[in-house]
């Protein structure tokens, strides 16, 4: 079973900067898209930021020009640079990659890394 490894959440001022990091555990094939998500207790989870294969990445409007995610395909690692970071970016952390499988889709799920941003 394929295993999505974060790191690099933890507790950061407003106004700072902490980057995430996703690894997969083994090599995974057709990778159609690799994003980060969170989620605030009571809420959804909403994506924060995906690269999609072939056609560019996107960003939820409350991080656009603030956060910039990086994905390889090759190496099946995914990161989230956060800058500026505001309180309302307190949230769990989730990595996601999506493949295609056979006629379809599958995808996996991080364990999740809290990020949490004080004034």
């Known amino acids: 079973q394929v295993q999505l490894v974060e790191s690099g959440g933890g507790l950061v001022q407003a106004g700072g900067s902490l980057k995430l990091s996703c690894a997969a555990s083994e090599r995974i094939l057709r990778i159609t898209s690799m994003g980060w998500y969170r989620q605030v207790p009571g809420n959804e989870r909403e994506l924060v930021a995906r690269?999609?294969?072939?056609?560019?990445?996107t960003y939820a409007d409350s991080v656009r020009g603030r956060f910039t995610i990086s994905g390889d395909t090759v190496k099946n690692t995914v990161d989230l640079q956060m800058n500026s970071l505001k309180t309302e970016d307190t949230a769990v952390y989730y990595c996601?990659?999506?493949?295609?499988?056979?006629?379809?889709?599958?995808?996996?799920w991080g364990q999740g890394t809290q990020v949490t941003v004080s004034s």
């Open positions: 996601h990659i999506l493949y295609r499988y056979g006629l379809g889709f599958r995808d996996y």
């Open positions: 690269v999609n294969s072939g056609s560019g990445t």
